[in-house]
């Protein structure tokens, strides 16, 4: 939040000013459709269609309290409640860095990481789709070099696509090719799949065997052809953007035709994809009225994406993969001999910026978390000889030395958190408060990990009820501050309450992670810090 930024309102509208820029105007109706703290929206999914909202609402009043705006309305009780931050975010947004444009000088610069790190490091993970959005191509080493293997890539960032050619496709010479792609020879510039609605968003080649004698990739940036076309200040642009074409493929499986322009764009004119493949290229239903401008168009942009300082030229060894966008990079290759072996396949282009995303939410989380740990975990553990953080890093530690899944150490860990948000004070037992940590835990891990963590710690309260009614040596076992804690959380077990939670899916998880809670109490006891879990709580965060 901007501490300059000054709020206004009107029943009909909200105004945020900034000193420095233009004011913006926030509509009442706008605003009350955004009310997201229980007006009409369970997490991100709305109940509530146009008809619950209501047609004219009215800004009765607006209290700013800290980082946040209550904003009251007309005829209805509840206020709603949203930041201010957010509003900032919608008023001025933030500035992109956008695409990268590159050329053959810039070969060096375009990202090779290492497959092992990319697949076992989230963050690692994170870089590397961040350079394939930023510059339509990042490349891969050490990939095992055996067939399939590109499929386990492709679920880096996205799930690949069934099409006509299956889910991983060869590219290897054939004696009698239905594509010349499955031939020997050399392939000019282009992006696969024009015929096909929609286009797969980016394809993976992965080299299996290669080739000794040619066999060359070829890349080259779309965008920054383009940029070149702009700045020639012709009409080419304007034409290869707004006369369409067909596009076609035919085999013994398939027919497959689209129509659509060489160039796409924006609306805001920016270049958004591109369309290029001579080989199923047909200009039949071209208007002919535009026929010669198209024509000068297209010979005109071809001559610049055969420059030779646009294309970078690779050999791709076994074990090399590279990643592209399909609607941006445009690829091709020199002839070759030899048996030489890429396998591919597609993937659809909101893919990897849905997975980044992810990576950049769970990396975030996982932030949190260890300094949420960090700056409160040294709070006395409720009448334990530990500390809030010593007992959740024994817990942990327990929860890994049984080989347990990645989310039950996750769960073991952060079983407690829920102590660490509440503001009810460490003696609140004395003072016969059950502070429901397991519930505040649960809606909190629930967020940002999922069921595979939450389910289980807000079982582990229940289990130690469930163990006392069936274990009855249990009880002796647990120490003076569990025994006070059970009795606030309803005691043991009734018999019908047993059969309850044992129906549910994850019980058996939740008295493992009890027992390690009763067990992760050890004064002066060595075991690893909160580092040691950063990278798997990213990977649980991210669903790796």
């Known amino acids: 939040m901007n501490d300059s930024t000054t709020i206004a309102w009107e029943p009909t509208l909200l105004t945020l000013e900034r000193p420095g820029t233009a004011a913006v105007h926030f509509p ?42 209550d904003v009251r309305w007309r005829g209805e ?40 790190a990319v697949r076992v490091d989230p963050a690692a993970q994170a870089d590397w789709i961040a350079a394939l959005l930023r510059d339509g191509i990042a490349f891969l080493r050490g990939v095992p070099a055996v067939e399939a293997e590109v499929l386990r890539a492709a679920s880096l960032i996205g799930f690949p696509l069934e099409t006509n050619y299956g889910r991983v496709f060869d590219v290897r010479p054939e004696a009698t090719p239905d594509n010349l792609a499955n031939s020997a020879l050399g392939l000019g510039l282009h992006t696969d799949n024009p015929y096909r609605e929609p286009v797969p968003g980016y394809q993976l080649l992965h080299c299996v065997r290669a080739c000794s004698v040619g066999g060359d990739s070829l890349f080259v940036d779309g965008y920054a052809a383009v940029a070149r076309l702009r700045a020639n200040r012709s009409t080419a642009l304007e034409a290869l953007s707004a006369i369409p074409v067909d596009f076609r493929y ?23 994809r591109i369309h290029w493949n001579n080989r199923s290229l047909s200009t039949a239903r071209l208007p002919l009225e535009r026929a010669e401008e198209f024509y000068a168009a297209y010979r005109e942009f071809a001559a610049i994406l055969r420059s030779p300082e646009f294309a970078v030229r690779i050999h791709l ?26 396998q591919g396949c597609y993937l659809n282009r909101d893919g990897a910026a849905s997975r980044l995303a992810v990576l ?16 409160r975990g040294g709070q006395a553990y409720f009448g334990e000889p530990v500390s809030q953080l010593e007992h959740a890093l024994q817990a942990a530690w327990l929860a890994d030395q ?10 073991a860990l952060l079983h407690d958190v829920g102590h660490l948000l509440h503001a009810k004070p460490e003696n609140a037992a004395d003072q016969g408060i059950d502070t429901c940590h397991e519930e505040l835990s649960y809606r909190w891990l629930m967020a940002r990990f999922g069921r595979a963590v939450a ?20 009880r002796a ?26 129906s549910m899916s994850w019980y058996r998880e939740a008295i493992a992670l009890r027992r390690w809670d009763d067990a992760a109490k050890l004064p002066n006891l060595r075991v690893p810090g909160l580092e040691h879990y950063r990278a798997l709580l990213a990977d649980v965060a991210a669903g790796l």
């Open 317 to 342: 060894q076994p074990g090399d993969l590279v990643a592209f966008d399909n609607g941006r990079v445009l690829h091709g290759r020199t002839p070759f001999s030899g048996d030489r072996l890429l």
């Open 455 to 474: 389910e289980p710690v807000r079982g582990h309260v229940a289990a130690k009820r469930y163990l006392c009614r069936v274990e009855p040596e249990y």
């Open 477 to 502: 076992q647990l120490s003076p501050a569990s025994v006070q804690s059970l009795a606030l959380q309803g005691g043991p077990m009734t018999a019908e309450e047993a059969l309850q939670f044992e």
């Open 360 to 375: 950049q939410r769970a990396n975030g989380s996982v932030d949190q978390i260890i300094r949420l740990l960090e700056q």
């Open 28 to 69: 009442a109706v706008w605003l009350r459709d955004q009310c997201h703290d229980g007006h009409g929206w369970k997490g991100t999914q709305r109940l509530a269609d146009i008809f619950d909202l209501p047609a004219s609402p009215y800004i009765e009043s607006v209290c700013r309290t800290g980082d946040r705006l």
């Open 250 to 272: 035919s085999d013994a499986n398939a027919i497959l035709t689209a129509r659509r322009t060489l160039i796409e764009l924006d609306r805001d004119g920016r270049t958004a």
């Open 402 to 411: 049984a080989n347990s899944t990645s989310a039950l150490v996750a769960a």
């Open 77 to 116: 009780e509840r206020p709603c409640s949203m930041s201010i931050a957010w509003l900032e975010s919608i008023a001025w947004p933030p500035q992109g860095a956008g695409p990268r444009l590159w050329t053959a000088t810039d070969a060096a610069s375009l990202t090779r990481a290492d497959y092992h």
